[in-house]
């Protein structure tokens, strides 16, 4: 029964970042590469009619948390206070970034919003690999200070960052070196899986630029996960053992593997979906091999007098999931269905649709 | 400890105040929208189409600060409330998983379609994706107010040595006594609020001579609709929700009422009156006799408790507020009734238009439901104070232990600094489309 919600949670979870991290990437590409109004325009087009149902993602995938494994919820909210509240005000002004900028016909006005989408977009991405590099790393359960335990054994708080940014030191923050470098992961991932998702939803003219663009981040990106897979095992020196105890895991690595393969092709495909199919395996599989590598656990604990917390010790009581199980797939069928049609009437390339530009 | 539990309730009270200025609208006007289509589809009047087409851009920008505002809401209850989530996730959590599993991802999804789709789906689509974002933003509020109904008059839990609440019935949280009353009267008032607001928008332009053929159908639906609802708000729903808080709150009935002693052959009803909390009595007050004990229990001489009988310790926080609260709402309902009375015999008499007076009247009085609405919440929230699970979890012990108050603070700060923002976004977005006007399509 964990299990099984365990797989929902972490399945809306990456959902939500494939979804919500092409309006990322998309965001970044307007920021930095869409010089052109035309090229904003359709950019923002390509995303409208969907950023506000994938972000629902994130809600939903909230609340089942919370409706799940109420102890990591809170745990995990509460310790990772500033940043998420950080993580919300930046998801506003993007929403609000989207939305405004069509209202007001104004050079100024347009400015305003671009740069508020944009770098919104920017640092959420980077925070999102933050998050990501906090889970694996752990943190301090329970606030151990010289062997005592300042909280309750499940309770946390984490600075934004630590003096020395050593994800080995005592103390720990949200923000230290090997954070940082998952977080860059984050930004160059979800800019190659937004490019990705320009070139297949619009024909402007910098499609061919992007492909260029893809290309080269591909190349950052590899050199960047090499690197973070060695720093991984210094930081989590047993990464690999959940994988050897259960080999069946490593068919998500390897998922991740062809997607990144197939990301160096991006200049030969035919079509301008294809690129976007890549850029989903690479990050599907990414975020399902970390979330496996700790399994059991969701949150480690750095300290060893204070459990981690594992989808056992989390988890709300078996009547309460149980019953979960009657109306939760009734759920998905309606949202399989919503999202199937959201995507047959918006299919296609978006920029000559009137629709989408608010 | 006092300090963060302090700035915890006032960043929850400000924000959520803040959200509730929006779904308020969007929930009723919804129906008013949904309205408008249909009677189009059956009239083939264009101009119906277009009093829509003018009510979906309101709509789009209140639904946009709805969204926007709702999420900080939803990530509160981690951050902020981490206790009382940890102690109690297992039962709200599953009413607020419901609400994002089967109404966000509806609205969310047929918005778009609702909003930028009229041409690619046809009109009778369009009519249909319309009344699915209505459902989906009442299966909202239904969902919501099942998770506050909880909170008031708990059901269907046990609680286990280590304080957490287990859910044992399911069926129970739907089934809760508080929870239709208190739906039906919160989407009641909401449709007051969104009927006023059509109604006032109709006033300006007939007030100003411009799209008098838009503001005659504006102050007719609104009327009509604001009729209905604000006498729904009174009666059966209000009355009913009052019901319900003697029943189970008497308490806080007691001190909203401002009934500080109980009277021997049945209780006064209080209009106007301060509470003095220092001698325990209501100053300067008007009030009819017996009225309170035959509202509550249709008879006069029916005893309700008052105050004192109860132990100081047990006794709301803040009474005073609680009690101008309750009066606020009720006080304002009461004027919106008598407002669409008359506006609504004006109407039937064919006077509306040449008595200035009453248009003008409508217009300010937009800002009411608005008022009444949060005055409300705010009497079911203080009246549930010290509590946040009544007589069961007290707010206290539902912080989160481990944010410091300096944090709170900050981020309480941070709330405030973008809410002024986007309220003033907002205003200005909202004056362009009322100052542009609705388009009309010649037919
Ligand atoms: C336009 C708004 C509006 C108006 C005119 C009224 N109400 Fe109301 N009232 C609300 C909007 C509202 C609300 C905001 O929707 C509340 C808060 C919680 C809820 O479910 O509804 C509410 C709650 C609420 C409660 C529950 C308080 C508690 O939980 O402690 C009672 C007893 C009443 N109302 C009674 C009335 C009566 C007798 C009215 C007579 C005119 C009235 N309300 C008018
Ligand atoms: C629009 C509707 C609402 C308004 C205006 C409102 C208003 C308030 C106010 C003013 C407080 C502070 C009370 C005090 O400290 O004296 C409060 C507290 C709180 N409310 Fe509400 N509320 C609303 C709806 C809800 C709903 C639907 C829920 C639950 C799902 C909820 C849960 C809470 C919680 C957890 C607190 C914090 C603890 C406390 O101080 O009581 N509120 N609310
Ligand atoms: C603690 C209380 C509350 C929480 C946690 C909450 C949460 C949220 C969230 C997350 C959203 C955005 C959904 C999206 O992205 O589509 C939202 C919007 C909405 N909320 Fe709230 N909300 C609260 C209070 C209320 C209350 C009291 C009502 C009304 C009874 C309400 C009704 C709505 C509606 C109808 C929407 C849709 C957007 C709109 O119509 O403006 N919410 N809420």
Known sequence: MELFWYVVVISMLTIYMLLDGYDFGAGIVHLFFAKKEEDKKAITKAIGPFWDANEVWLIAGGGVLFFAFPVLYASSFSGFYLPLIMILWLLMFRGIGLELRGLIKHSMWYAIWDKAFGIASLLLALFFGIAVGNIVRGVNMGHVVNGVSTYEPHYFVLPLWNPTLNPLAESLGVIDWFTLLIGLIGVVA????????????????????????VFRLTIVLTVLALVSLSSWFLVIPHLFENYFAHPIFWIFPLISLTGLIGLFRIKTFKKDGTGFVF????????????????????????????????????????????????????GVVFIALYFILQYRIFKGKMDDGDYGEH | MEDMIFYDRMQFAFTITFHYLFPQLTMGLSLIIVYFKGKYLLKHDQKYNDAAKFWMKIFAL?????????????????TNWAKFSELTGGIIGQTL???????????????????????????????????????????????????????????????????????TNFGALFSNPWLVPAYLHNQSASLVTASFVVAAIGAFYLLNKNHLEQGRIFIKTGIAFGLVSSLLVAFPTGDWSAKNVVKFQPITFAAMEGIFDTEKGGSEIILVGQPDMELLKLDNKIAVPNVLSFLTYQNFTTEIKGLKEFDVSKWPKNIPGLYYSY????????????????????LWRNYLEKSKWILWAIMFASPFPYIANLAGWYTAEMGRQPWLVYNLLATDHGASPNVSAGNTLFTLLGFVGMYVLLGLLFLLLLGRIVYKGPETTKK
């Open chain 1, 190 to 213: 979800l800019t190659i899986h937004g490019a990705n998702w320009i070139i297949y939803k619009t024909n402007s003219t910098i499609n061919e630029q992007l492909k260029r663009i």
């Open chain 1, 279 to 330: 850029s989903s395996l690479f990050l599907a599989g990414g975020l399902a091999s970390t979330a496996l590598s700790i399994f059991p656990n969701f949150l480690p604990s750095t300290n060893t007098i204070n459990p981690s917390l594992s989808i056992y010790n989390a988890a709300a009581a078996h009547y309460g999931l149980s019953v979960g199980l009657i109306w939760f797939p009734i």
């Open chain 2, 62 to 78: 209140n639904f946009m600060m709805g969204v926007v505002t709702g999420i900080p809401m939803e990530f509160q209850f981690g």
């Open chain 2, 97 to 167: 998983a419901m609400e994002g599993t089967f109404s966000f991802f509806l609205e969310s999804s047929f918005l778009g379609l609702f909003l930028f789709g009229e041409k690619l789906i046809g009109q009778k689509l369009h009519f249909l994706t319309g009344l699915l974002v209505f459902i989906g933003s009442w299966a909202s509020g239904w969902f919501i107010i099942a998770t506050n109904a909880w909170m008031q008059h708990p059901v269907g839990y046990e609680i286990l040595e280590n304080g957490k609440f287990v859910l």
């Open chain 2, 327 to 346: 009066h606020i709402m009720v006080g304002l309902g009461t004027i919106l009734i008598g407002l669409m009375a008359l506006a609504a015999f004006f």
